[in-house]
């Protein structure tokens, strides 16, 4: 049986929805699964094949291979503005987040922890927030004790959008050359033996971890 369209607004902090990696946020609506009367399974499929046609190519991420694009990043606990660019020279390994994102919150502590342990392997774990309310992102921060570099992605949200990043939590694993690795959608347990091997394979790395 065909199957229509329906949409319906959520509320974003309670969101979830299941990807390859584990759950995430998004802050706009999420779709799900209906069956329509059979008078409209017509309609529903011609609208739906209008839509697909006329899809913008932009709207692809840049995948493996693509370069980090060059943007300027905001500390969010001070710290002087930084580039992308100046953080290349080591792998990258950068958590896209937002306060009212609950896998996000429910990930920090792993990524505290990997940061920690994969510092003296020359690899940097950076935090990224799209939060409007930065206030409330540093205090986030500061409550839940993270180390790792934090910053603000701005109010245009440039790095975001270059990257395409349409749900949260999203980590792009970069080469320290520059170049997008991996992209892991959703919330995942980054200090188990899976995610060591992950992190080997696409950063070229020897951890050897013991778990």
């Known amino acids: 049986m065909l199957l229509g369209l329906a949409r319906?607004?959520?509320?974003?902090?309670?969101?979830?929805?299941?990807?390859?990696?584990g759950a995430s946020c998004n802050s706009g609506s999420e779709w799900f699964m209906v069956s329509p009367p059979l008078w409209r399974t017509g309609l529903f499929a011609a609208l739906f094949l209008l839509v697909a046609c006329g899809q913008d190519s932009t709207g692809v991420q840049p995948g493996?291979?693509?370069?980090?694009?060059?943007?300027?990043?905001?500390?969010?606990?001070?710290?002087?503005?930084t580039s992308t660019d100046a953080l290349l020279g080591t792998p990258l390994i950068i958590n896209f987040w937002a306060t009212w994102c609950g896998p996000c919150r429910d990930e920090m502590p792993s990524l505290e922890r990997l940061s920690r342990r994969i510092a003296a392997h020359g690899v940097r774990v950076i935090g990224v927030t799209v939060d409007d309310d930065r206030n409330l992102?540093?205090?986030?921060?500061?409550?839940?004790?993270?180390?790792?570099?934090?910053?603000?992605?701005?109010?245009?949200?440039q790095l975001q959008s270059l990257l395409r990043v349409k749900s949260l939590p999203e980590t792009v694993l970069v080469t320290a050359e520059g170049a997008i690795a991996a992209r892991i959608a959703g919330a995942r347990d980054w200090n188990g033996a899976e995610g060591d091997r992950m992190l080997e394979r696409e950063l070229n790395l020897r951890l050897a971890f013991r778990h």
Do not use: H, W
């Open 8 to 21: 319906f607004q959520k509320n974003p902090d309670a969101a979830r929805r299941v990807f390859r990696s």
């Open 64 to 81: 493996i291979g693509a370069r980090l694009p060059s943007v300027v990043l905001t500390g969010l606990m001070g710290e002087a503005p």
């Open 137 to 157: 992102a540093a205090e986030f921060v500061r409550t839940r004790r993270l180390t790792f570099p934090i910053y603000s992605d701005g109010d245009k949200r």
